[in-house]
């Protein structure tokens, strides 16, 4: 390996030699072999600075490396644009060419270089792979440059107005170059994976290394240097002996011999499935040029009439500093989504290519400067076109910004290669060293779809695998790939049986994961009672699709359900149940589950992940459950480990007391019954139901209050409930002693379950006071809407919610006091009672979690943050630094190191 890259490293240092030794001998050939010298030279030392940036990433951030990289590769811009002002300060026939080149050259590197990293990127992908899309994905690293290059480029637009460069401008410009520099010195440093010459290079003692660095870094930027101006001249003079015009010369191949490292260093880094640092070169190159390089001129100009004063621009550069302009903020607006489509890629070329053959096609000088003009409001116009197409992923760019400067500002150490070309480079048989690390693939930055994937050694294991059920996107988000290689995943741990933990399980064994799925006994069981409604409610959803489709003849062939019922048994046979405390192991680590006190039989899990020196304990809480729940244990208490995963839904709220809730209880019957109305609670189906159930018990067999009739009318509810009375063994010592007193804790007279439709139905016949309990928990569907109909109107009646209601759902419209609301088509009136009761809920409150975190001895090395909206996840980010912990907010699809 090493032998190889010593020969390539020395075969691309040759390329140079035959120039390099030419000019300190001081002959010049004749054109073609002086172009191919100058060719080779310029190539070698695109290479050779690739190399050293890439090496350098091991040392400084990304956009660090890239920066000097670019700032070295622009050389030759500055040595024409500083010669040209230099000139225009002594003769003022040179002050209408300064620019020309600067803006040429800059068009070249988004409409060339934009569009060959995309090209590139997906040429490379097609060869290695299955999966070649025809979107070339970003990382987040990006955000930075973006942010810089809309930034100049929003203040260039104020140079055509005012016809000249100030040095007030040069000021403000060289500030946005340094700023940018600052920051990046401070991005993210990432874990890079280094091949070729370039990993060579990295794996010599840091002294070393980094001495090599920067003489590669000086070395290549002297070889381009001296060789951008004799390519230019040499194929200028080739042109001319085979009849080529000089204008056009100077128009196409200047600009492409000066540019050429840039677009070298973009498209090796392409081809290596490194787009973000491809991407990174150009827009680094494109803001050094577009900043300092501007502000320069001025400078010089000033410095060299002897005189303080601004550059003018004439008719022409404005213009052309217009048009330049224009193609920056449209090609801005390309990345908002931080991703470059190869429709976009062809866009831009095209624009770019018909722009600059503007002068072969028209003759007549002044309409081609019309047209240039009319390019640019092309080119504004489609920034606006493309500004409302991507209005709905502004928020998301808003995140990525604040995470980089978050990133900047706490100065961590983090990776978020997109793993789909980490994975691809992986696969072409690079030596990859694996330090454990963890993947944050869902409920990070929002509460639903809960999955992280622990890679450790060869091992990796999938922490829980969760529907994501809020949000609009939701249906798309569901079906979209997995961001890891699922065949490669092997074990899922599950924390407990609510669908945003295990609703994505059928899906991952149809991506080709082929582990086991371990889970405490009493969540195997209700998580099959939870997969198969909800396969069962897919079919349904797909089904109605599908006549509505057929009936309106539109084409149907493409509704399928999320999963089906086939489907989700094929995943509950990959259940493994596992006791808590119980040591299990997958591959090279160890787990134990702990009891979360959330749900019956949900867990903690506790990993041991192997390394060579230190072995490293990571803690998921999963859900965290509160304290004196109904029925369960509280969470067990845990004295320390090293990394800590936490839940923040309820962090910086408190629910109300044990003893509050039962009054509010007893006051709500009692009132409904002396009106002779019905009380109607829509019930989630796992624990809350079960938990309504021994609380009314309680209340009825302990003379509290007179009993009355209870419908439980939800087959799901009803199913779990046999679950709750098979696993006594995991009761807390209140339910232990009712079990012992009454046999049944869950029994009482009067309670009544319903099974089949017609039961449901006949209830709505019954004229008593009583109450019914159905599912589902936000009224979105289920025979809580019918029995919402029949009673809503009833000034008797009370609707009492005990849950979480989501924005837009019809649980949530009665909450918020809607006077009429939706059912089935109907408008209904509301006039029943609205009652809501939050204490029921199965999640730590911020005392809860307070009291939890107490237990620790020693503090984590690090915590992350996940599952809560975002101002849960700043108050337990609060908590935790009162307490000195170090905690971070990770988001989507970041990776991070543990070690
Ligand atoms: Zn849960």
Redesign the pocket.
Known sequence: MHVRNTVSFICVLLLTMPWVCLYFLGIRPQPLPLALVSAMAIGGGALLISWAAEAAEVDVSRSLSMAILALVAVMPEYAVDIYLSWQAGKDQHYVGLVSANMTGGNRLLVGIGWSLVAFLTWWSLKQGSRRATKTVTLDKDIALGFLFLACSTAYSLLLPIKGRITLFDALVLSCFYITYICLATKAPRRDVELFGPAQLIASTKPLLRRLFVILLFAYSGFVIFISAEPLAESLKELGKSIGIGEFFMIQWIAPLASEAPEIIVASYFALRLLPTSALTAVISAKLNQWTLLIASLPIVYSISSHMLQPLPLGELQRSEILLTAAQSTFACTILIDFNISLHEAVLLLLLFLSQLSMPLIIPAQKLVELSRDAFSLIYFSLSVWMLLKQRNNLHQLRIALGEMLTYITSREVSKTATEQFATLRRERGSEFDEKPSIKFCGAAGEVTGSCHLVVAGKTSVLLDCGLIQGGKERHIRNREPFTFDASRVEACILT?A?L??CGRLPLLIKSGFKGRIFATRATCELARIVLLDSAKLNEEDAAWKIKRLKKAGEDYSWVTPLFTTEEALMCIERFEPVDYHEEKSVGDLTFRLLDAG??LGSAMVELQLPSNSESVMLLFTG?LGRRNAPIIRDPELVSECDVLIMESTYAGQIHGGKETYMQTLVEVIEWTRERGGKVIIPSFAIERAQDLLYVLGKLFNSGTVKPLPVFVDSPMAIEALKVFKRHVELYDDEARLRLKQYGDPFAFEGLRTTSTVDESKSINQFEEPCIIIAGNGMCTGGRIKHHLKHNIGNPNCTILFVGYQANGTLGRQIVDGERSVRIFGEQYEVRARVVKIEAFS?HADNDDIDWWLSSFERAPKLTFAVHGEKNALASLKQLLSLRGWKCIIPALNDVWRLL
């Open positions: 407990h609510h945003d933990h959330h749900i859900d199965g």
